[in-house]
Each structure stands twice: as C-alpha cells, then as structure tokens.
C-alpha cells in the first residue's frame, strides 16, 4: 500500500465511524474507499464487515442496562439471525466478482433509499408485542440474510422491522438491534475469514480509524447536525450507485 493509499484508507474509515455514531451509514464509506483503491466488490464487502464490527459492540456496550433486562426474550431473534447471516454470507461467497458486481449497484441504490428514509423508518414509542412472536422471527431472518450477504442500511432496515413487528421505546429497540447485529457480523466475519476473501492490511489500517472516529463522533454529535451527516452519507451512496451503474 501507498501513503495515500493509507491515508485514504483511515481517513475513510475515521469519517465512518464518526458518521456511525452521528447517524449510521459508515459502510457506504468504508466500501467505496476500499472499491476506489482497486479492491474486488466481495473483497470489500467482507473487509468493510471487518472493519464495522467493533462499532457494533461499543454500541451494544453503552445499552448493557437494557440488554440486562430483556436479553432472554431475544433467543429467538439471535438465533435465527445466526441462522439468517450464515445463508446470507455463504451465499456470497458463492459469487465471483463480476456476478456479485453485476448485483452491486442494486444493492447500494435499495440501501441508500433505505438510509435516506430513515428519518420515516424510525420507530416510535409504543406499548410493544412479544419480539419472539412469529411474524417478528420470520422477518429479522430475512433481514439477517440481507445483512450476512451486504450489510449497507442493515441497522435502519432492522430497527424498521422491529419497531413493525414488535414495538417498544426506541432505546429498546435500538438495544436489541445492536445485539443482533453483533450476531450477524460475527457470524458473516467467520464465513469470509474462512474463504479468504478478506484483505488484512487494509483492514488493520482501517480499524482503528473507525474506533477513533466513533470516539470523536460522541464530540461531533453535539455540534454536527443529524440532517447535514445523513445528506453526506446519502450522496455518497448516490455517487457510488452511479459510479457502479455507468462502469457495470
């Protein structure tokens, strides 16, 4: 690797994380950095997984308290998250390159349409169901797959089908999708470790960029508009889209 490649790399992965905490959607940066520096979309897909995954568990850290208290009425749910991120990145390791780039640019628009509406998707207080009832398993297993396969607007999509299916405050949604994203990653993780399709120097320049930004991100929130970040990650996600769309 380069300098600038270095650069591009941790800064990428430092704006990431800054932009995690602030309003999600880091993947959109961490993918396109990696695919910019000549990375194989699976390459980067899974190395961008890498990189994600501890935001996960700092974010699931900071709900222990509501993780405490409802982490039993969750087996379910973890389970077939479990289940859903094993089907989901198998399958994409059943791809070569140019198949899983022909699918890219779909992928990358369904999820930047995701992310834009999340100020819509966001669930709101409510009495709340059962999370183990059967409509609410069902539909976190396909979101578990989507997640074990791409991942990009997996947490808002979840917290969507959570706040349909089961219902609660916010804070304990939140919670519960950050446990189950921990679930889904770990397993997608082991799976592209196993293939071999993850590029360790790059992700070992990314990680701590991701940690630093997700720790100056708490700082940015407090004086960075929610609204000015989504526009950001949502152009991104455009220009990505598009990039992909007219190169395919």
């Known amino acids: 690797m380069t300098i600038a490649t270095i650069l591009l790399l941790f800064t990428s992965a430092f704006l990431a994380g800054a932009v995690n905490a ?31 995954f501890p935001g996960y568990i700092t974010s699931t850290f900071a709900y222990r308290d509501e993780i405490a208290r409802s982490w039993r009425s969750a087996i379910a749910l973890s389970v077939v998250s479990v289940i859903g991120a094993l089907g989901g ?10 198949s899983f780039r022909q699918i890219v640019p779909w992928l990358l628009a369904a999820a930047t349409i995701i992310f834009a509406a999340g100020p819509w998707l966001k669930p709101k207080a409510s009495a709340g169901k059962p999370v183990n009832s059967k409509i609410s398993v069902v539909a976190q297993f396909f979101t578990s797959i989507y997640g074990g396969f791409f991942g990009a607007g997996m947490g808002i999509m979840m917290l969507a089908v959570l706040g349909i299916t089961s219902g609660g405050t916010y804070h304990h949604l939140n919670a519960l999708k950050n446990l189950l994203s921990i679930l889904i990653a770990a397993v997608a993780i082991v799976i592209f470790v196993s293939g ?3 590029a360790w120097p790059q992700a070992l320049v990314m990680i701590p960029g991701v940690a630093l930004g997700g720790y100056a991100g708490v700082w940015m929130a407090r004086r960075v508009s929610q609204t ?16 992909y769309f007219v190169t395919g």
């Open 22 to 52: 602030i309003a999600g959607g880091g993947t959109f940066l961490t993918f396109g950095a990696l695919t910019l520096v000549g990375m194989p979309p699976i390459t980067a897909n899974a190395t961008s997984s890498i990189t994600q």
């Open 89 to 98: 990145s198998l399958l994409l390791l059943s791809l070569d390159n140019p």
């Open 196 to 198: 071999g399709v993850v």
């Open 228 to 243: 000015v970040m989504r526009v950001i990650v949502v152009a991104v996600g455009v220009a990505l889209t598009t990039y």
